[in-house]
């Protein structure tokens, strides 16, 4: 047994701990190994051993339990070892606390709560233990133990082992195995995903190929898939997740993506909005952009210091929208994809996947995700989908929406509809736009100096000169050729438009822009 891996997994009892605990030791003094010692979960019956069968409604997973079984830690006193189980002394936010963990029951895997001094006290006041000839309320006997376990604070970092501090990582939930078969689910990650474009497929891929093997690392972009209710886009997340399950989180409600308490974010690699909440609220851009490609957070608990923690935290967002997120011409964050509908509604079709998957399909995926060559795609570089194109549209300020809708329809003044002129007042150029803007339903109205500094951007330098005209000297403004103000709006927009001929009528948007222009 020297220099091998030693994994014990003790009866469900007191004397299969102590049985196991000297083992351990044994393991240690004769061979020079250091076992690692599996937590069995709470609730199984007491004596309970591997070799019996898993009662009803416990559904063990034995693969997390195994990985995250830690290095045994010999402990003389029979209450510190049994005490150390389940928690920890921690410093946390510059302030004493007692780290629990607390099993699920179900599968073995762990939730990590915090405690005050105080009410670990409190919990175990009613409980004493013998120390010399006096009776001590255990709480205050565990934390005045020389073997208590304790850490000098919790980090979160994939792949690194430093024992003073507790680590949140718990790593993969599946071995990878390169005979696994998972072809239905990549079948519809290339033809209903990515509707047959292999160039796009190899994206999605090495987005996420990037979270198995360099999940310390942050990529800076986040995933987007749209499309309608049943095509399949919700299970791509749930299936990735699948794979680092402690390390993935779904929320379907606005405040766990915006809202101040975020500690379920503290050891998230994959976090998954699933019908995402943006809604053209600009008070959450910098939220957005912050969870996409900032290095680090800052985690709020209830009733705790907040603790700025390093985010290695990637974006997938699952929605049926329009208006998915805030992107800007030059968008680098927001990659958006539209979901096909060849299988929509398939339920055999999704049943098989998902059993495919669990007959050996995750482990052949993560062998595929931490073999797949990361140098064949850029996922720092977006895919210029046609869904990214209709979120810059949504996107677009008030200026812009207006500009461009002159463009579309080839009037240099679009309520008068107007012909394209190479000469227009200011006033009336500014009066047009508010006019458009009301029937569109803004609130906010660009004033004449932002408006007019907003139009210089949007078209070609030294086409738009000041002048007077007309026998009361009115000021105006001179305009490019329609040709090329639109070529010029392709080129800012890094959008190749269709666009419409000079007396088409112009697609007003449907809905109502948002209350003020969006702080790109």
């Given amino acids: 047994l020297k220099g091998r891996t030693v994994i014990l997994w003790r009866d469900n009892d007191d004397p299969g701990l102590k049985a196991m605990s000297e083992a351990a030791e044994i393991l240690m003094g004769e061979f020079g190994t250091t076992p690692s010692m599996v937590d069995v ?6 004596g309970w051993d591997i070799a019996d069968e898993v009662p009803e409604g416990f559904s063990l997973d034995y693969h997390v339990l195994i990985t995250s079984a830690e290095p045994f830690v010999p402990v003389s006193d029979a209450a510190i070892a049994k005490m150390n189980r389940e928690y920890a002394f921690i410093i946390t936010g510059g302030r004493s606390a ?6 699920n029951p179900k599968d073995g895997s762990v939730d990590v709560e915090y405690w005050s001094t105080g009410a670990f006290r409190e919990y175990f006041a009613n409980q004493l233990v013998s120390s010399g000839r006096n009776q001590v309320k255990l ?15 919790v980090i979160f970092e994939p792949g690194i082992e430093r024992p003073e501090l507790y680590n949140l990582w718990r790593g993969f939930s ?11 689910f990549q079948s519809h990650l290339l033809n209903n995903v990515a509707q047959g474009d292999e160039k796009l497929y190899l994206w999605i891929m090495g987005w996420f190929a990037h979270m198995v093997q360099k999940p310390s690392e942050k990529i800076g972009t986040s995933l987007s898939l749209r499309g309608n209710q049943g095509s399949g886009k919700t299970i791509v997340g749930k299936i990735f997740g ?23 974010m503290a050891s998230t690699i994959l976090l998954h909005s699933d019908e995402g909440f943006w809604g053209g609220d600009p008070r959450h851009v910098g939220k957005l952009k912050s969870l996409v490609t900032s290095d680090t957070q800052r985690i709020e608990q209830k009733g705790r210091d907040s603790l700025q923690v390093n985010n290695y935290l990637r974006l997938l967002i699952t929605t049926n929208e329009d208006w998915v997120v805030p992107a800007a011409f030059d968008e680098r964050r927001f990659a958006v994809v539209d979901v096909g509908n060849d299988n929509k509604q398939d339920r055999p079709y999704f049943i098989a996947m998902l059993d495919q998957m669990r007959r050996g399909g995750y482990s052949g995926l993560l062998y595929e995700l931490m073999h797949f060559n990361l140098a064949s795609t850029d996922i720092a570089d977006l895919p210029n989908t046609a869904a990214l194109g209709s979120q810059k549209e949504a996107s677009m300020d008030a200026t812009t929406s207006y500009w461009y809708a002159c463009l579309q329809q080839g009037n240099s003044l679009l309520m008068s509809k107007t012909a394209w002129l190479d000469t227009v007042k200011t006033q009336e150029l500014h009066e047009d736009c508010i006019a458009y803007l009301n029937k569109l339903g803004y609130r906010r109205m660009p004033h004449l100096n932002v408006f007019f500094k907003r139009l210089h951007e949007l078209v070609p330098e030294d086409t738009m000169i000041r002048k007077l005209v007309g026998p009361d000297r009115q000021s105006a403004t001179t305009l490019p050729t329609l ?30 822009a948002p209350d003020g222009e969006i702080p790109f």
Avoid: C
């Fill in 41 to 46: 979960p709470h609730g199984l019956p007491e």
């Fill in 139 to 153: 709480g205050d006997y565990w934390l005045a133990s020389p073997e208590r376990r304790t850490y000098r604070g």
């Fill in 98 to 103: 007692v780290l629990f963990e607390q099993r």
């Fill in 242 to 264: 699948a794979l680092m399950k402690r390390h993935y989180t779904l929320i379907d409600q606005e405040r766990y993506l915006f809202g101040n308490f975020n500690s379920h």
């Fill in 483 to 512: 040709s090329a103000a639109r070529a010029y709006f392709d080129r800012v927009t890094h959008m190749t438009h269709d666009w419409l001929d000079a007396d088409s009528e112009v697609q007003e948007p449907s809905r109502p």
């Fill in 174 to 184: 599946f071995e990878p195995d390169s005979s696994g078969d998972w072809s239905i």
